[in-house]
């Protein structure tokens, strides 16, 4: 059914008045029906056209009264009608969110709110409902000409019917059920939490879908390789260490009671690292065909060798299936041989171990002959100089004829006798000269002695300063004989070191000095080491979840850096 509008709220603006006015002027004008502001929206088809106001009759004259007549000015219906809408919207209960959607949506039609409420108020006279999803989707979609958009705005108005608006009144009028508020924002929000879960479950869908594309499916492969396809390959262990001797040998009395010590590390890793050398996988592929074994046709695939390889694929090869690793705590070498057949894993563990011994028997080899060749060439050059001052004295020798040394004493010894002889003379002269009348036969005859023994004495003299070839002096030969000779006994000791020491060089190159020692002998495992099916498969689903978690978390942040 329906009833007649009434005027909610008007409102009366009163001024002094100045004339005597009829007093039915204030209530001469009847207010414009208001439509009620949730009667429209509950019962949109039920509404039917109201009838027009009854027009109002003429007003009569006022009897005259002794109160002044009033003046005022009156609010147009239009401006009740819309503080009424605008009320009865505010009393809905709307969001923040939606307010300020329907201030989008008003701004988008060109329309100028002086609020939110106004906004919905305007919307709604418009025939636009502002919280309709295709609305607020407008509001994303990219402009394009203004041609498209009037269409599409064309066919929307065309296709849905907007509120609010007259509907003509059908063969059946029903009455409409009434929505409060706050069940329709429960309906909203359940709406909201089901498109919520429906979102979630697509991306769990497409997230299922990706882990097993590219995690799940790479992990089954790699498990049915390892299970099914690979071949079982053999490991033999081995350890072995590196041990050095301490002492003299037989040059020391304690050299065979001082205990023995590790070798240092660069022994062990020097033997470390040639076993890890192509030089090591060639010299093995000679001995017992490497490359032979690791090329049959029983090896998997992805494990074998093709025939014809080179050195550089084989040596690959040869790094992956031989492992060894040293321990600078125990010093010990422990050595991995992985390969198809346990017997031809035990033969390669073994060769590499003869390889090993002989690397260690190497490196102290060139030190032991360098020492030797040492000891040789300086005991050469002692004897050779020996020999030289040997012959400088002999030569000297002859040359001289006499020994200058001997020469010289004798010579002193005579001037010593004939001094003293001089100094007897001179006293028994001056012992004569003492007397009053010396006798002068006797006087004479001593001054001839004393003349005739400084002569000698001049001439053993002279005789010292000069040698016999006129050349050199006795004392000058002398010296030139004492350096020979000093020179002789230098050489003499240097002859003795050097022999020593050829003797120490010759008895250190008959003794080894490294050892290599084996710990734990190489055994021919029965039951295959590898491929390890479990952890392996384990460890590919670790590594193809850890390559989609890095690369989904790349995209996550690109994405996030486009779009912000």
Not at 105 to 113: E, F, S, Y
Request: aromatic residues 6%; glycine residues 6%.
């Amino acid at each position: 059914m329906t009833t007649k509008p009434k005027a909610r709220k008007f409102r009366i603006k009163r001024n002094t008045p100045t004339s005597d006015a009829p007093r039915q002027s204030a209530s001469a004008a009847v207010p414009k029906a208001v439509p009620d502001p949730q009667q429209p929206q509950a019962q949109p088809e039920a509404a039917a056209p109201s009838p027009a106001p009854t027009p109002p009759q003429a007003a009569q004259p006022a009897a005259p009264s002794s109160t002044p007549p009033r003046e005022g000015a009156v609010s147009s219906a239009a401006e009740v009608a819309g503080e009424t809408d605008i009320d009865a919207i505010r009393r809905e209960g709307l969001t923040g969110r939606q307010l300020r959607m329907a201030r989008r949506v008003a701004q988008k039609h060109d329309l100028a709110p002086i609020s939110d409420f106004d906004a919905v108020r305007l919307l709604r006279a418009k025939g636009i409902d502002p919280f309709e999803r295709s609305n607020m989707l407008e509001l994303v979609v990219p402009q394009g000409d203004g041609t498209d958009g009037s269409q599409q705005l064309g066919r929307i108005e065309t296709t849905k019917t907007q509120l609010p608006q007259t509907v003509p009144a059908g063969g059946s009028n029903l009455p409409a059920t009434e929505v409060s508020p706050a069940e329709r924002r429960a309906l909203e929000i359940s709406q909201i939490q089901r498109d919520i879960s429906k979102r979630r479950r697509r991306k769990l869908g497409l997230l299922l879908v990706r882990l097993a594309f590219f995690v799940m499916l790479p992990t089954i492969a790699a498990g049915y390789y390892f299970y099914n396809v690979a071949t079982p390959m053999y490991a033999t262990n081995s350890q072995f260490l590196i041990i050095q001797s301490e002492g003299g040998g037989g040059a020391s009395p304690f050299g065979s009671i001082l205990p023995t010590q590790f070798a240092n590390s660069a022994d062990s890793i020097a033997t470390q690292a040639y076993l890890q050398s192509k030089d090591a996988m060639l010299r093995l592929d000679q001995d017992v065909g490497f490359k032979d074994h690791f090329s049959d046709e029983a090896i998997d695939p992805i494990q074998r060798l093709e025939a014809g390889a080179t050195n550089e694929e084989a040596y690959k090869t040869y790094k992956k299936n031989v492992k060894i690793g040293y321990d600078p705590t125990e010093g010990v070498i422990r050595l991995e041989v992985i390969a198809g057949d346990p017997n031809v894993s035990a033969s390669f563990s073994e060769s590499l171990i003869k390889y090993a011994e002989e690397r260690v028997n190497n490196l102290s080899k060139q030190k032991r002959e360098d020492g030797m060749r040492d000891a040789l060439a300086g005991f050469d050059t002692a004897q050779q100089k020996r020999r030289d001052a040997q012959e400088a004295l002999i030569r000297m020798q002859v040359e001289n004829g006499v020994d200058p040394q001997a020469e010289i004493v004798a010579i002193r010894t005579q001037i010593t006798t004939y001094e003293g002889l001089l100094i007897e003379k001179e006293l028994e002269l001056s012992a004569l000269l003492d007397n009053a009348r010396p006798n002068q036969a006797k006087v004479d005859g001593a001054r001839g002695d004393v003349r005739r023994l400084e002569e000698q004495l001049e001439k053993l003299k002279e005789k010292m300063s000069t040698s016999t070839t006129g050349e050199n002096s006795l004392a000058e030969q002398s010296v030139r004989m004492q350096l020979a000779q000093t020179d002789l006994a230098a050489a003499d000791m240097v002859l003795q070191s050097a022999q020593t020491a050829m003797d120490q060089a010759r008895s250190e190159a008959g003794r080894q000095v490294r050892y290599l020692t084996v710990a734990v002998e190489p055994v021919a495992p029965q039951e295959p080491t590898y491929p390890r099916k479990f952890e392996n498969t384990i460890l590919a689903f670790l590594i193809f979840a850890g390559i989609y978690l890095m690369l989904s978390l790349t995209a996550s942040i690109l994405r996030e850096q486009v779009t912000s």
